[in-house]
Nanobody, 119 residues
Framework: VQLQASGGGFVQAGGFLRLSCAAS?????IGWFRQAPGKEREFVAA?????YYSRSVKGRFTISKDNAKNTVNLQMNTLKPEDTAVYYC???????????????????WGQGTEVTVSS
């Protein structure tokens, strides 16, 4: 399965951006991780029958999946400087709920797309 991410860019704090990711085949679980400069990679959100979010983005980000198109979108609102990172689309067919936040549980990774939020 190949993942093609798009979106991202530069925005001021309080603004919004939308990321999209298209999978080349149907996928059960699809979502996003991010990695900020000098920090470890972290889970952002995933869609597996329903939405899952990290505490840091819940209430500001919304993940949605279009099964017909094998795509997932991440609407990011009220962006903060600490959201600045490279965002990676991830996917897998063998995940269980308890492993959604573990990067190693995902079989497929897309190329990163940069999000920069200025203060």
């Amino acid at each position: 399965v190949q993942l093609q991410a798009s979106g991202g860019g530069f925005v001021q704090a309080g603004g919004f951006l939308r990321l999209s990711c298209a999978a080349s085949a149907p996928i059960t679980t699809i979502g996003w991780f991010r990695q900020a400069p000098g920090k470890e990679r972290e889970f952002v959100a995933a869609f597996r029958w329903r939405e899952y979010y990290s505490r840091s983005v819940k209430g500001r980000f919304t993940i949605s999946k279009d099964n017909a198109k094998n795509t997932v979108n991440l609407q990011m609102n009220t962006l903060k400087p600490e959201d600045t990172a490279v965002y990676y689309c991830v996917a897998g067919n063998r995940l269980i709920v308890s492993t959604l936040t573990e990067g190693s549980a995902y079989d497929y990774w897309g190329q990163g797309t940069e999000v920069t939020v200025s203060s």
